[in-house]
């Protein structure tokens, strides 16, 4: 499966989300984050990942007589990449679009859903905002925004350090 329609799918973009940061889990690990996706469906996307290349086997240890597997995501194939995003159909930028956009609905909503939750106190923010700009400004604010991204995306789970989803969707609103 190609990589475009291997990530374009909510479950499978979601396993990916849950193993950013160096994390290595098993099947179970993420079957305990993700409960609304069924065990069957997970094994199913996590056995998709990891045949794309996208979850590498970490470790394996016996457990109960069966082998478990622990994974780890590969950061360089986990990813669609400017030249495949150039090969990408109007309807599979709709699809991923899509995907995208139930993956924020999903997590959103387990987010919502734990005792703790405290949108105030953890600065979720979900505005959105019209910007005029030129093809020149557009540039330097995505080289901007690329920049503090990148920063942080390297970092690892630590004590004091939470997750976070974030999400950008840019595209020009009339022609």
Avoid: C
């Avoid at 849950?18 to 997970?42: E, F, N, W």
């Avoid at 939470?162 to 950008?168: E, K």
């Amino acid at each position: 499966m190609n990589p475009v329609d291997l990530l374009l799918h909510p479950a499978r973009l979601r396993v990916v989300h849950a193993m950013s940061g160096g994390r290595a889990l098993t099947p179970a690990q993420l079957s305990a984050q993700l409960p609304d996706i069924s065990r069957t469906s997970l094994y199913r996307h996590i056995g998709m990942l990891a045949e794309g290349g996208v979850l590498e086997v970490e470790g394996e240890q016996r457990v109960r007589g069966a082998v478990e597997r622990r994974y780890r995501l590969s950061k360089e194939r986990a990813v669609i990449d400017s030249e495949a995003a150039a090969s990408m159909s109007l309807e599979d930028h709709r699809q991923g679009f899509s995907a995208a956009m139930a993956v924020l609905l999903s997590e959103f909503g387990a987010y919502l859903d734990r005792d703790h939750a405290d949108p105030v106190a953890d600065s979720v923010g979900y505005r959105q905002a019209t910007l005029w700009l030129s093809r020149d400004e557009l540039a330097e604010m995505v080289d901007q925004m690329r920049g503090v991204l990148l920063a942080r995306m390297d970092n690892r789970p630590a004590p004091g350090r939470t997750p976070y989803l974030v999400s950008t969707a840019l595209f020009p609103t009339e022609s």
